[in-house]
T-cell receptor, first 111, second 108 residues
C-alpha cells in the first residue's frame, strides 16, 4: 500500500502564479485533510473533506481552494501565490475512528 | 474552541535520562488525544492514541482529565528518539488540532 501520496515534493513559484497540490490515498478512507506546517506554528488546518462531495474550511483557508475529486483524491489549489504561503503542506486521510495517516509533504517556496 | 498547548519548544536530554514532553488541552467535549512524531524532514507518524493505552518505542502517555493533560513519557531516552513531537486533539468534526510541537534532542 502506498498510503497517502502527495505530488509534487518540491515547488518554487513566483508571486502571483497558480498551482495545484495533488493528494491521493489508497486506503478507502472517507475523510481527507490539508495542513500547512510552519516553524513555531505547528500544523494548521487549511481545508478538510469529511466525505466525498463535501469540503469545509479549517483554521487558515484564505488564499486556497480545494476539490474532492473522488474518494481517493483531494487537491489544494493556490490561485495567486503569495510569499506568506511559503510552507510545507501535508495531506492526510482518516478512517472512521483511528488517527490520521499523513503524506510525505510538499515543500513550497513562493518568491 | 479547542486548544492544545505544548509549553516547551525544545527539550534537550542526555541518553539514558527520563523524558517527559508536556501537553495540555482545552476542550469542552470528551477528548480524544494523540501523539505524533516527525523525524527530520519526514512525514508525521502516529506514535500513541490515548484510547489504546499502548506503549510504542518505550513511550507512554496517560490522559489526566482533571489536569487536562496528556504528557508523553519515556524512562530512558535514546539518541534515535531525537525528533519533533506533536500533541493533537480530535474535535467533534473529526479534525485534529495540533500543538506547536516540542523538539526533543537526545545527546550521547
Amino acid at each position: 500500500n502506498a498510503g497517502v501520496t502527495q505530488t509534487p515534493k518540491f515547488q518554487v513559484l513566483k508571486t502571483g502564479q497558480s498551482m495545484t497540490l495533488q493528494c491521493a490515498q489508497d486506503m478507502n478512507h472517507n475523510s481527507m485533510y490539508w495542513y500547512r506546517q510552519d516553524p513555531g506554528m505547528g500544523l494548521r488546518l487549511i481545508y478538510y473533506s469529511a466525505s466525498e462531495g463535501t469540503t469545509d474550511k479549517g483554521e487558515v483557508p484564505n488564499g486556497y481552494n480545494v476539490s474532492r475529486l473522488n474518494k481517493r483524491e483531494f487537491s489544494l489549489r493556490l490561485e495567486s501565490a503569495a510569499p506568506s504561503q511559503t510552507s510545507v503542506y501535508f495531506c492526510a486521510s482518516r478512517p472512521g475512528t483511528l488517527g490520521y495517516t499523513f503524506g510525505s509533504g510538499t515543500r513550497l517556496t513562493v518568491v | 474552541a479547542q486548544r492544545v498547548t505544548q509549553p516547551e519548544k525544545l527539550l534537550s536530554v542526555f541518553k539514558g535520562a527520563p523524558v517527559e514532553l508536556k501537553c495540555n488541552y482545552s476542550y469542552s467535549g470528551s477528548p480524544e488525544l494523540f501523539w505524533y512524531v516527525q523525524y527530520s524532514r519526514q512525514r508525521l507518524q502516529l506514535l500513541l492514541r490515548h484510547i489504546s493505552r499502548e506503549s510504542i518505542k518505550g513511550f507512554t502517555a496517560d490522559l489526566n482529565k482533571g489536569e487536562t493533560s496528556f504528557h508523553l513519557k519515556k524512562p530512558f531516552a535514546q539518541e534515535e528518539d531525537s525528533a519533533m513531537y506533536y500533541c493533537a486533539l480530535l474535535s467533534g468534526y473529526s479534525t485534529l488540532t495540533f500543538g506547536k510541537g516540542t523538539m526533543l534532542l537526545v545527546s550521547p
